[in-house]
Nanobody
């Protein structure tokens, strides 16, 4: 069972940037970032497959970019132009494939999460 460890969260002002990192204990073909705000369902933010194919949620397109370094079993989420509505707990997840819908049910392994708070 893969273990995932996120880091890089924090508190920033609107318009700021953060870079999240997710280290996997073993290689996984699909790595993804999800987020969950209080009282809301967990939603997909971005995923990346081993061949480089990426999906980004419409709400983050043009602001967030997912990438991976397979030599380090690590996925990154570069978040720019952050907005208060991006405030949430961000989770890394792994799966055998990346569904275009980014449904959380397709991901069997999850990290503990890292908090991102954006103030106006």
């Amino acid at each position: 069972q893969v273990q995932l460890a996120e880091s890089g969260g924090g508190s920033v002002q609107a318009g700021g940037s953060l870079r999240l990192s997710c280290v996997a204990s073993i290689y996984e073909p699909c790595l993804g970032w999800f987020r969950q705000a209080p009282g809301k369902e967990r939603e997909g933010v971005a995923t990346i497959y081993v061949d480089g194919t990426t999906y980004h949620a419409d709400s983050v397109k043009g602001r967030f970019t997912i990438s991976r370094d397979d030599a380090k079993n690590t996925a990154y989420l570069q978040m720019n132009s952050l907005k208060p509505e991006d405030t949430a707990m961000y989770y890394c997840a792994a799966a055998g494939f990346c569904p275009a819908t980014m449904t959380p049910r397709a991901f069997g392994a999850w990290g503990q999460g890292t908090q991102v708070t954006v103030s106006s």
